[in-house]
């Protein structure tokens, strides 16, 4: 029975203990409520780092959610930290936020440490409360390149009348990319009609469009056939907005390097030149496409375009009165030695007698394949 009693008034003790530290833990604010002090960007959290300044604006926002009155807060002081090589912080907004009601403030943003320190205060009687932020900043992504930047709270300190406890800093990350917009894609275009193949040479004109501010220094055109029938092996720059550098061989094609002059998002202009290989008749494909270093560049993307070139054994007979037999279903052209076009129909004519002193060439067009058919030699 003894033994019983001593239990419990044991036990009737270890309660009244708790019952003692639970109130001591009230008073001396063991049961302050705790809060994470947090920062965000407002609205998206992606910046397009090939847009204008007002794309690469954003806004950074320090907060500890909800702050009560019975909160009581009267002032905080803080630092926070950025990587100044990707952004910049421009001003303190404290509009629609606590500081905003508070009498003193100041903040003081260090790009070049890459540093935001600062402190606000109220000398009212009343506390500072509300559902809104704690202060927030305007800011600037700087870097051309797509990447991410981090935003880190030092330390945040608050007025000793403050009975919420921070056990927790949030970070924020901003996040640059290249937005994928048709404006950014480089356009390479062969120009309809302008292949001419004459004996062993043919030429044809081609056109290359890079975008406004692509940001581009160098770019190729890489060139790709069957090598033993035919070869690219020069081109001829007609604007004076790039500038032709030099040409690679190698085991599928030819690439010509080239320097843009002018980020001005004009069009340029461009004639290749090549030879024929074989002594058969062959139909092949050139595809040309465009390749270009990608890294910090606003270019997303190319297009590339490809032609047939065609030989055959000729079907005309040359006679003496310059009449000949062709194939139905056909376009002819012909041209002179200067690429001039001095006909074009579906039929060759009967003669040439409108033609000038001179040395011609017939172009037969089938579809969107092109061949020289014969030379005229117009006495």
Do not use: H
């Not at 952004?87 to 303190?92: E, G």
């Not at 496409?289 to 065609?310: A, G, H, Q, W, Y």
């Amino acid at each position: 029975m003894v033994q019983i009693l001593s239990k419990s008034l044991l036990l009737l003790g270890k309660f009244g203990m708790l019952v003692w530290l639970a109130i001591f833990a009230s008073q001396a604010g063991f049961s302050e409520r705790k809060a994470s002090c947090e920062l965000s960007i407002y609205g998206s959290l992606k910046i397009d780092v090939c847009g204008n300044e007002r794309d690469k604006q954003f806004i950074l926002v320090m907060s500890i959610g909800e702050v009560k009155r019975s909160d009581s807060l009267y002032g905080f002081n803080y630092e926070i930290y950025f990587d100044n090589k990707k952004v910049k912080l421009t001003d303190a907004l404290y509009l629609n936020t606590l500081s905003e009601f508070m009498e003193v403030k100041s903040t003081n943003i260090n790009n070049s440490l890459g540093k935001i320190t600062g402190y606000a205060l109220t000398f009212g009687l009343e506390p500072i409360y509300g559902k809104r932020p704690l202060i927030a900043f305007s800011g600037l992504w700087i870097s051309e390149c797509p990447d991410t930047s981090r935003f880190e709270i030092n330390f945040i300190e608050f007025t000793d009348e403050f009975k919420v406890r921070i056990d927790s800093l949030i970070p924020a990350i901003l996040i640059g990319t290249i937005d994928s917009t048709e404006d950014r894609v480089i356009r390479f275009t062969i120009i309809p009609d302008s292949v001419v193949i004459f004996d062993n040479r043919f030429e044809f004109n081609g056109s290359i469009k890079i975008p406004l501010n692509s940001r581009l220094e160098y770019f190729d055109i890489e060139t790709r056939y069957q090598k033993d029938i035919i070869k690219v092996d020069s081109v001829e720059v007609l604007d004076s907005n790039i500038e032709y550098l030099i040409n690679d061989n190698n085991e599928s094609g030819t690439t010509f390097k080239f320097k843009l002059n002018s980020d001005d998002g004009r069009v340029c202009n461009l004639r290749f030149y090549g030879t024929v290989e074989s002594n058969n008749e062959f139909s092949t494909e050139i595809i040309l496409s465009p390749k270009f270093e990608r890294d910090c560049k606003c270019v997303i993307s190319s297009t590339n375009d490809s032609l047939i070139v065609m030989k055959r054994i000729t079907n005309i007979v040359n006679q003496e009165n310059n009449q000949f037999e062709i194939d139905d279903n056909c376009k002819f052209l012909v041209y002179d030695v200067m690429g001039n076009l001095y006909f074009n129909s579906d039929k060759l004519p009967d003669n040439f007698d409108f033609l000038a002193q001179g040395l011609y060439f017939v172009v037969e067009f089938c579809g969107e394949k092109k061949n020289i058919m014969k030379l005229i030699n117009v006495y």
